[in-house]
């Protein structure tokens, strides 16, 4: 047996050895992707490929923590009903025995070419990286054609999480990466057969530019075309809180701006966070077969409390966003729950027309732990309207501020902690609540919140509350479980 074969083996006698404990976790999520055992972090390699959306993920099946990473696999041919496949890539070989790290996932020729980050460290904990190539005529069997790329001089080996797309008859790869000046930045690569890469230079950040001194490391770029414009998504880190920014460990967002495919050269504006709420990193995007533009994200940020999970006692450790739909609305990009989310809905809305002033209620069948909420004609007149879950997250709106706030009980140590952004005013809320997580869309896509949080497990009350005077209507769908 080879130690390919080894691994795969001992990974899935770990998920049959811990799935009565895993399963009996009342935090198991009904609809978000989880790992079946131990740690789940980065989507890696997403695609629609011959119809079927194939999701690949960074997974630590033998711990709830970090570690040497395999690629884990789901398929799906609507978005929201998942399979979870046969075990994509483990760390078997010399140039990824610590790590088959992210990356992403390109058609060729008929076959599936992933691109990925191979982690070697020596006994010393010195690290080095390299780009590496698997094919698969499947998408579910791989055959790894080792390294394709070697480090570049000038970073250092925090270099990794290659994106690759074709444009204009040519082949490009962004990789996230530290210079040695110990600066974040992204790398540029080109190729005309997808196996011989050329390094361009930097394509932003790196001591240059509006992102020259932005934090230490850039991870998981993302580079696409969006309705005219080019938009660059990735993960800083190093970024000190400013105000209501930057409030997380690390950060995820984008820059908009102009790819020159010729000179390799990209002119963009200013970062601007995707999400505002705890827990939302390394989002990674794909084109579907009809056009639009989707994006998984992980639900949760490095070194963030990580060990503190209460699911952990259960085995398991994080989980995926709901797929999105990425739009570019006069600069900036909003995100909107995919339309095939409205296929979990089970039976008719309970629908309300609701005005409050000074009160606190709940609404009549407005409550559960896997629901979707839609609220429209959000009008507040003045005051604070907000609304509470699960007695352990609050969402509220100040009219006089222009602040919406989401907060939570934390998961650590029990202290209320909050994430908030400036809103001009609330019209639409539309949300996704999941027994641990939540996901919140504010009018129509303009700003998301996404996070974990643990009412008690039998709370499923859904309160609203006005300090003055609002109005809204509201529908409520109770969604399927999935997994």
Known sequence: MNKDEQLRNKAYDEIEKQKKLVDQDPYRLHYHIMPPVGLLNDPNGFIQWNGTYHLYYQWMPFKTGHGAKFWGHYSSTDLVNWKHEEIALTPSEWYEKNGCYSGSA???????????????KDENGDRKTYQCLAVSSDGLQFEKKGPVVELPSQYTAHFRDPKVWKQDGQYFMVVGAQTTELKGAVALLRSNNLVDWTH???????????????????????????????????????????????????????????????????????????????????????????????????????????????????????????PRELQLVEGKIFQLPVQEMENLRVGAAIEHEVEMENESVQLKGVSGKA????????????????????????????KEQKIFTLERQSYVDGVVEKRQCQLDTLSSLHLFIDTSSLEIFINGGEETFTARFYPAPDNETIRFQASKKSNFKIKKWELAKVF
Request: aromatic share 14%; with cysteine.
């Open 200 to 322: 361009i230079g930097i394509l932003t950040g790196g001591g240059t530019g509006k992102l020259a001194d932005f934090g230490y490391m850039f991870e998981c770029p993302d580079l696409f075309y969006l309705s005219g414009l080019d938009a660059l998504i990735f993960s800083p880190q190093g970024l000190e809180a400013d105000g209501m920014k930057y409030q997380n460990v690390y950060q995820a967002g984008y820059v908009v701006g102009t790819f020159d495919v010729k000179a390799g050269t990209y002119e963009h504006g200013e970062f601007v966070e995707l999400d505002r709420g705890f827990d939302f990193y390394a989002p990674q995007t794909t084109e579907d077969e009809s056009g639009r533009r989707l994006l998984f994200a992980w639900m949760s940020v490095p070194d963030q409390d990580e060990q503190d999970h209460p699911t952990i006692e259960h085995q398991w450790l994080h989980n995926m966003t709901i």
């Open 371 to 398: 629901v979707e909420l839609i609220l429209e004609d959000i009008a507040v007149s003045d005051g604070c309207f907000d609304l509470s879950i699960g007695g352990a997250a609050r969402i509220a709106y100040s």
């Open 106 to 120: 390109i058609e060729h020729d008929g076959e599936m070419y992933v691109y990925y980050t191979g982690n070697v």
